[in-house]
Nanobody, 124 residues
Framework: QVQLVESGGGSVQAGGSLRLSCAASGDMLRINSMAWFRQAPGKEREGVATIMKGGNSTYCADSVKGRFTISQDNAKNTVYLQMNSLKPEDTAMYYC?????????????????WGQGTQVTVSS
């Protein structure tokens, strides 16, 4: 089993920054990829960014490219999402996910472990 705990969410004004953290514990040897997803009210959960154990990463939404950065500290089993130049449309619940697969992608079905989420609210 793998447990994921997100932190770092909050309320900011447009143009501001937040850094989300996801602390993972448990059977991490089996985990090969971690990702951030988000879900806004009334919308489906969408991928934000994925990072592999070796460090390769991809950004799932064009709207976050150049503004968000995913990174990890393998020694701490922690994944981060640095979010800059935040916009009101970034408002959502942000979820951390972990998966056993080796595919660098944004398909939520590739991730079997999920955190409880952290709320990000961006006001205009």
């Amino acid at each position: 089993q793998v447990q994921l705990v997100e932190s770092g969410g909050g309320s900011v004004q447009a143009g501001g920054s937040l850094r989300l953290s996801c602390a993972a514990s448990g059977d991490m040897l089996r985990i090969n990829s971690m990702a951030w997803f988000r879900q806004a009210p009334g919308k489906e959960r969408e991928g934000v960014a994925t990072i592999m154990k070796g460090g390769n990463s991809t950004y799932c939404a064009d709207s976050v490219k150049g503004r968000f950065t995913i990174s990890q500290d393998n020694a701490k089993n922690t994944v981060y999402l640095q979010m800059n130049s935040l916009k009101p449309e970034d408002t959502a619940m942000y979820y951390c996910a972990a998966g056993l697969n080796w595919r660098l992608g944004c398909n939520r079905n590739d991730f079997g472990y999920w955190g409880q989420g952290t709320q990000v609210t961006v006001s205009s």
